[in-house]
């Protein structure tokens, strides 16, 4: 191996000047041959000069006017390739090469003066010696400057991305549940075409991305179609209703001769009650025991009630659950269920302490529950009773209108979308202006439809849930867990890990955090960021450091263990782009799981395709009357009730014990 010593530097140095000396020597005979008119003229001509120059032309040197030129350039050229001067980070090519095309350019065109004819010869020969002369050096100053320039990739990547980029999976692969994303991704400054494969969508797909950032556009809709050509059993919660509704429904038309016989579609939203359909949430065909009316209550007041997520198992909350869950089980319990709905429950929870108490009393699965607060009452403790009822009343008081009423307590459909008798296609959609009052009640359809689901032996079905913060369903976790064994798809969009904190636990939101398999995030900062980059781990990274001195410059190369994907990068991703993992199957394993692409779509035919929707068809009630007419009868039918059963409970001696009487 060659070692870089002083006195080898300096040998070098002495050879390089030395083939520098011989071009210019060259180029001065070049001179005195071809103006050797102008030298006589000067009295610069001498005998020894002259039998040096014949014996030099016998050489064949000045057998043509170029070639000696040639000659002086092509050993000036080879001096420049050992210069070894001071590099600099400063120096461009643009600067280098101007100079040395002007000077090539000087240094042959300057021939043409010697053709001057009206100028006198010893003139002609100083101007061309200047322009010659100029040329050489400006080819000497251009190839200097060449040499000293260094090839610095980190002026032009500050940030590395180029070192990030890192080989991704290009083949599309595909199953009979596969989710399948054209891309493009950089690998090295080239743009490559790739597939983001969701193989094993079973084992759930996060999506994270903060507003704008495509989550919707180039994945929600994209998975909806490619679910909908499956012939899939569907479930969509459309937050911006009826945008993804109204895509569903004329994919679910479009791919109608893929589904069994008989599988209808179904709208339920609370913003245009002429267009839903109604589906009684607790409806009693759906509930089993009084556990699912306890979670029924836990679902609605822990959404409406968000601070007691970390209050649960304390008196207050606890308290709160038990008399919904009361009221929800004996409405199963009367008449066969025959007024089991969420408006019927509402109005009960609103009768007085007396009528309620009693009533709930001569159920004998009920006694326990009110036991409490059938004491707080007859001990006179009515201020502590009447801050539990406010946080139940309260709120769900909010649901207490015509248009809610009429949709949450018909039965136009049950929520067992997966029924391989009767598969379902359903769209439940929000309303902005009313989210907040909302939540709760579109968290008890999704938490009741994730426990009637997650059966076995059912049509495959996927669930695809836009901006899933807005609601709280736990069972969700249960079926992200479990529902693979089932042929359940779970997809969960949502802006940013903050979010799933705020409607569930810290230890809820971690889960779902960390138990789904696959995860897709465009832009998001902060915490998300930092979660992010460190579930993708490092990967050798190219660097190259600068080292300038007084005396020299050097660049040195290495490779380190960097975050393949830091969290500055999820923070600046545009839109379309994304990062993420995916997860294999045993039958088609994967071995580049992590991508860092932007997806592909077709925007013109996605906005042909959306000009060509068919509307929502209408359902529900076309004019007023009816949906004011169900307000009415459910007030009825709740006041009807309790008076028929307080008129039982009083007429039957072995009952007035359970009559509560206020003092």
């Known amino acids: 191996m060659a070692m870089h010593t002083g006195e080898n530097e300096q040998g070098l140095r002495k050879i390089i000047d030395m083939i520098r000396m011989i071009s210019i020597v060259v180029l001065l005979l070049h001179f005195y041959f071809y103006c050797y008119y102008a030298f006589e003229q000067w009295k610069l001509t001498t005998d020894l000069t002259d039998k040096i120059l014949q014996n030099i032309i016998r050489s064949g040197l ?41 000077g090539l350019l000087l240094y042959f065109i300057s021939g043409l003066v010697l053709l001057l004819s009206d100028v006198p010869s010893d003139l002609v020969a100083i101007l061309y010696f200047i322009i010659t002369g100029v040329g050489f050096i400006l080819i000497l100053t251009g190839g200097a400057v060449l040499s000293r320039i260094i090839r610095n990739r980190m002026k032009n990547d500050m940030f590395n991305k180029l070192g990030q980029t890192f080989q991704q999976e290009e083949r599309k692969l595909t199953n009979p549940y596969s989710l399948n994303l054209p891309a493009v991704y950089n690998l090295k400054g080239q743009l490559r075409k790739s597939w983001i494969s969701f193989v094993n969508p079973r084992r759930s797909i996060l999506v994270l991305g903060s507003p704008g950032s495509g989550k919707s556009y180039f994945l929600i809709e994209n998975f909806i179609r490619q679910l909908a050509d499956k012939g899939m059993s569907l479930f969509v919660f459309d937050y911006k209703y009826p945008e993804l509704t109204t895509l569903t429904y004329n994919h679910f038309l479009k791919n109608y001769d893929k589904y069994p016989v008989g599988t209808r579609f179904y709208n339920v939203n609370f913003k245009d009650a002429s267009s839903s359909n109604r589906c009684n949430p607790i409806d009693p065909r759906t509930m089993d025991s009084m ?143 009313q989210a907040n009052a909302l939540a709760p009640v579109i968290s008890l359809y999704v938490d009741r439809l994730n426990k009637i689901i997650n059966q076995p032996g059912k049509h495959p079905c996927a669930l695809v849930i836009d901006e899933a913060s807005t609601l709280r369903a736990t069972s969700i976790l249960e079926t992200i867990a479990t529902g693979r064994s089932n042929d359940i798809i779970v997809i969960l969009a949502l802006q940013d890990y903050s979010q799933l904190k705020r409607v569930y636990s810290r230890e809820e939101a971690e889960t779902i955090m960390n138990i789904a398999g696959n995860i897709i995030s465009g832009q998001v900062a902060g915490e998300t960021a930092k979660m992010l980059s460190e579930r993708f781990g490092k990967t050798m ?46 039958l088609q394993k994967i071995d580049l799981k992590m991508f860092h692409s932007s997806v592909v779509n077709d925007h013109a035919a996605i906005t042909k395709e959306k000009k060509n929707y068919l509307p929502l068809p209408v359902w529900g009630a076309e004019t007023s009357d009816p949906i004011r007419e169900n307000f009415r009868q459910v007030k009825t039918d709740v006041d009807d009730i309790v008076e028929a059963e307080m008129e039982r409970i009083m007429n039957t001696p072995a009952l007035g014990h359970l009559i509560v009487k206020s003092k």
Request: charged residues 20%.
């Open 62 to 102: 000045f057998s043509n006017f170029h070639k000696s030129k040639l000659i002086a350039l092509g050993l000036l050229l080879l001096s420049l390739i050992g210069i070894k001067g001071r590099k600099s980070d400063k120096l461009n090519y643009r600067t280098g090469l101007a100079y040395f095309i002007t």
């Open 291 to 433: 556990t699912d009316a306890v979670e029924a209550s836990k679902t609605l007041l822990y959404s409406i009630n968000k601070t007691w997520l970390g209050k649960q198992g304390d008196f207050f909350p606890e308290s709160a659950i038990n008399i919904l869950a009361a009221a929800i089980w004996f409405l199963f319990k009367y008449r066969e269920g025959e007024f089991c709905t969420l408006p019927h429950t509402i109005e009960l929870i609103h009768t007085p302490y007396t009528k309620l108490f009693t009533i709930f009393r001569a159920e004998p699965e009920l006694e326990t529950l009110l036991d409490p607060f059938v004491t707080s009452f007859l001990d006179n403790n009515i201020e502590t009773l009447d801050s539990q009822m406010a946080s139940i009343k309260i709120p769900l008081g909010r649901l207490s209108s015509p248009e809610f009423y009429y949709v949450l307590s018909g039965n136009d459909f049950t929520l067992d979308i997966n029924n391989p008798l009767a598969p379902k296609i359903f769209c439940l959609g929000s309303n902005a202006k």
């Open 541 to 586: 990274q190219d660097r190259e450091s600068l080292s300038i001195n007084s005396s020299d410059t050097s660049l040195s190369k290495s490779q380190q263990l960097e975050t393949v994907i830091p969290p500055s990068t999820i923070s600046s991703l545009s839109s379309g782009e994304f990062v993420g993992l995916v997860a294999d199957d045993p």
